[in-house]
């Protein structure tokens, strides 16, 4: 069956998972061809809180309006529900031209099916980037104008990078990065009636401008270096009627995916510290173990405020109170690691006075959705101008692991350059296994925040947790709660495994004990 049926792909998933925000221009290449589809993203570090699995890397080569967009779209359709997916398109690299190239651009006269009319070392870094689990901010190039715009779209936390290019095999550098290799091959009457069609409808351009330009330019770019990259590839696919080879292809990198699957969270919690006094009670001594957990001094407000919370009696009113009035107490200490320079002011009765200033560049707040949401509000409480983003983790129902759901950053830290001086506050309510916190502080590593930069505030953690195997892996991370608890129990629940009720599904979680009880419920239910 022919399936070159000039539909604009009805069904891609065009905004399955905002990672980031996407420019709101539907004239750009960028947004067009920016497919994020995201199921989660599992660990992508070992224990020891480095990455050791990179982004798997997909090139697509072929002619102009071959279908390697098209290609790319059915491969993320294929793979259904599997880690984020981004594709990343090489026109988006198009360099910045002078006012006199657009103009001969505007007339049919530039030639941009030359391998020098893309900016291939920035693709590269792009996909080094992406490859390696760091953020990257892709340029955004405009058809109609011919131009590079000012905006960037920032795109992070992808398992999976697919990126398409006439001359996406070309360089030996490119072609080195990817773990698989796609040819698309299309007959060239289909590929100039598909251009024809795209280039009026979506490039603002004329049929004879689109012809003037495909015979002097497009035609014999292909021939002399977009089709002899095809003996790179590592599978050819027909520009249609190629349902066989996307299955083929997703099959593979699904067995790809699997093989680089790593069980993390059982690790995080099999690594507990042995010897260790009994798992009874409420601790206040861990400090010292912990040189980097800063335990609110156990004052009996303090410990009035918990018996308050752990209390199961506590109406939703009062727990709410005490748990913004915690959030406060919490967030002040936190400030206090902050680091603060002199600063002399005269007083209204004309004295200079010596005080000190708050001397620490950007300072933003990260909330764990959705159970680091009072903390956020302590924040603003304590620091009115701070930054805030928010990541979403949840566990993924068949495995256990963690996923990466959702990524929200401000730009303080989306900004690699602004990130090595931004103090960062990870906000979530209590560690557990620490899979979450250990997946929250990575995601700011990635994007340069600096690891003695990050603190994490939260109303309590469990002892015999993963908090041994994050203290290991992120040694400068300093940690700041009100109360640490003994017990970290295993539990099996079941919930209703459909929408009707009628399958049941057993699930594992892990419960601090004492505890209070899940906070986020508690405070929002
Ligand atoms: N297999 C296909 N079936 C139907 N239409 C297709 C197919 N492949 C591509 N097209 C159409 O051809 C045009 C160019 O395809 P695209 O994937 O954007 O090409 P490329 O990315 O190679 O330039 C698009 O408008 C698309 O609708
Ligand atoms: N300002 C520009 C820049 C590029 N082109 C053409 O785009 C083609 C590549 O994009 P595909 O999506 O078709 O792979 C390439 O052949 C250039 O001629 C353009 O027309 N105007």
Same mark, same amino acid.
């Given at each position: 069956?022919?399936?070159?049926?000039?539909?604009?792909?009805?069904?891609?998933?065009?905004?399955?998972?905002?990672?980031?925000?996407?420019?709101?221009?539907?004239?750009?290449?960028? @947004?067009?061809?920016?497919?994020?589809?995201?199921?989660?993203?599992?660990?992508?570090?070992?224990?020891?809180?480095?990455?050791?699995?990179?982004?798997?890397?997909?090139?697509?080569?072929?002619?102009?309006?071959?279908?390697?967009?098209?290609?790319?779209? !059915?491969?993320?359709?294929? @793979?259904?529900?599997?880690?984020?997916?981004?594709?990343?398109?090489?026109?988006?690299?198009?360099?910045?031209?002078?006012?006199?190239?657009?103009?001969?651009?505007?007339?049919?006269?530039?030639?941009?099916?030359?391998?020098?009319?893309?900016?291939?070392?920035?693709?590269?870094?792009?996909?080094?980037?992406?490859?390696?689990?760091? !953020?990257?901010?892709?340029?955004?190039?405009?058809?109609?104008?011919?131009?590079?715009?000012?905006?960037?779209?920032?795109?992070?936390? $992808?398992?999976? *990078?697919? $990126?398409?290019?006439?001359?996406?095999?070309?360089?030996?550098?490119?072609?080195?990065?990817?773990?698989?290799?796609?040819? *698309?091959?299309?007959?060239?009457?289909?590929?100039?009636?598909?251009?024809?069609?795209?280039?009026?409808?979506?490039?603002?351009? &004329?049929?004879?401008?689109?012809?003037?330009?495909?015979?002097?330019?497009?035609?014999?770019?292909?021939?002399?270096?977009?089709?002899?990259?095809?003996?790179?590839?590592?599978?050819?696919?027909?520009?249609?009627?190629?349902?066989?080879?996307?299955?083929?292809?997703?099959?593979?990198?699904?067995?790809?995916?699997? /093989?680089?699957?790593?069980?993390?969270?059982?690790?995080?919690?099999?690594?507990?510290?042995?010897?260790?006094?009994?798992?009874?009670?409420?601790?206040?001594? *861990?400090?010292?173990?912990?040189?980097?957990?800063?335990?609110?001094?156990?004052?009996?407000?303090?410990?009035?405020?918990?018996?308050?919370?752990?209390?199961?009696?506590? &109406?939703?009113?009062?727990?709410?109170?005490?748990?913004?009035?915690?959030?406060?107490?919490?967030?002040?200490?936190?400030?206090?690691?902050?680091?603060?320079?002199?600063? &002399? *002011?005269?007083?209204?009765?004309?004295?200079?006075?010596?005080?000190?200033?708050?001397?620490?560049?950007?300072?933003?707040?990260?909330?764990?959705?959705?159970?680091?949401?009072?903390?956020?509000?302590?924040?603003?409480?304590?620091?009115?101008?701070?930054?805030?983003?928010? @990541?979403?983790?949840?566990?993924?129902?068949?495995?256990? /692991?963690?996923?990466?759901?959702?990524?929200?950053?401000?730009?303080?830290?989306?900004?690699?350059? !602004?990130?090595?001086?931004?103090?960062?506050?990870?906000?979530?309510?209590?560690?557990?296994?620490?899979? &979450?916190?250990?997946?929250?502080?990575?995601? @700011?590593?990635?994007?340069?925040?600096?690891?003695?930069?990050?603190?994490?505030?939260?109303?309590?953690?469990?002892?015999?947790?993963?908090?041994?195997?994050?203290?290991?892996?992120?040694? /400068?991370?300093?940690?700041?709660?009100?109360?640490?608890?003994?017990?970290?129990?295993?539990?099996?629940? /079941?919930?209703?495994?459909?929408?009707?009720?009628?399958?049941?599904?057993?699930?594992?979680?892990?419960?601090?004990?004492?505890?209070?009880? !899940?906070?986020?419920?508690?405070?929002?239910?």
């Amino acid at each position: 069956m022919n399936d070159d049926s000039g539909d604009e792909y009805p069904d891609a998933p065009l905004d399955g998972g905002n990672f980031g925000s996407l420019p709101t221009s539907t004239t750009i290449q960028a @947004l067009k061809n920016t497919v994020l589809k995201s199921h989660g993203r599992p660990p992508w570090y070992g224990e020891d809180g480095q990455p050791i699995s990179d982004a798997f890397l997909i090139g697509i080569a072929g002619g102009s309006a071959s279908g390697k967009t098209h290609v790319a779209r !059915q491969i993320v359709q294929s @793979l259904g529900s599997i880690p984020t997916v981004v594709i990343l398109s090489q026109d988006s690299f198009y360099k910045r031209h002078t006012p006199e190239e657009v103009a001969l651009a505007m007339d049919n006269k530039y030639d941009f099916d030359h391998p020098s009319a893309l900016d291939m070392p920035m693709f590269a870094q792009c996909l080094m980037d992406l490859k390696k689990c760091r !953020q990257t901010n892709v340029p955004v190039y405009s058809f109609t104008e011919h131009q590079r715009l000012d905006e960037t779209q920032y795109l992070y936390g $992808a398992a999976i *990078v697919i $990126a398409e290019g006439i001359m996406a095999l070309q360089d030996p550098a490119l072609r080195a990065l990817y773990d698989l290799k796609i040819f *698309v091959q299309c007959d060239s009457d289909l590929m100039l009636a598909r251009r024809i069609r795209r280039d009026v409808k979506e490039r603002g351009r &004329s049929v004879d401008g689109i012809l003037d330009q495909y015979l002097r330019y497009v035609k014999p770019a292909y021939d002399n270096f977009v089709f002899p990259t095809s003996r790179y590839a590592d599978i050819i696919v027909p520009g249609s009627d190629n349902h066989v080879a996307i299955e083929l292809i997703s099959t593979h990198i699904r067995r790809q995916l699997h /093989e680089r699957a790593r069980r993390f969270r059982p690790k995080m919690v099999s690594r507990r510290p042995t010897g260790l006094s009994p798992p009874s009670t409420v601790m206040s001594n *861990v400090s010292d173990r912990h040189p980097n957990l800063i335990l609110l001094p156990q004052t009996p407000q303090l410990q009035g405020i918990y018996t308050i919370l752990r209390d199961e009696t506590t &109406s939703k009113q009062d727990f709410i109170f005490f748990v913004d009035r915690l959030a406060t107490l919490l967030i002040e200490a936190a400030v206090e690691l902050l680091p603060f320079r002199p600063k &002399s *002011v005269e007083t209204p009765c004309g004295v200079e006075t010596p005080g000190k200033e708050l001397d620490a560049g950007n300072v933003c707040g990260v909330t764990i959705l959705r159970s680091g949401g009072p903390l956020e509000r302590g924040l603003q409480r304590v620091i009115n101008d701070a930054l805030l983003g928010s @990541l979403l983790v949840q566990t993924d129902s068949a495995t256990a /692991e963690p996923l990466l759901l959702h990524v929200m950053l401000p730009v303080c830290i989306r900004d690699r350059a !602004q990130a090595k001086d931004t103090w960062a506050f990870l906000l979530d309510a209590q560690i557990g296994t620490a899979a &979450s916190a250990f997946m929250a502080i990575r995601v @700011l590593l990635d994007h340069g925040v600096r690891q003695d930069h990050i603190v994490f505030i939260t109303f309590l953690v469990a002892r015999d947790g993963g908090i041994s195997t994050l203290r290991r892996a992120f040694p /400068e991370v300093r940690i700041v709660t009100g109360a640490v608890d003994a017990n970290l129990r295993e539990l099996w629940i /079941e919930e209703p495994a459909n929408e009707s009720d009628t399958l049941v599904r057993r699930r594992k979680v892990w419960v601090i004990e004492p505890g209070m009880g !899940q906070i986020g419920d508690r405070y929002y239910l």
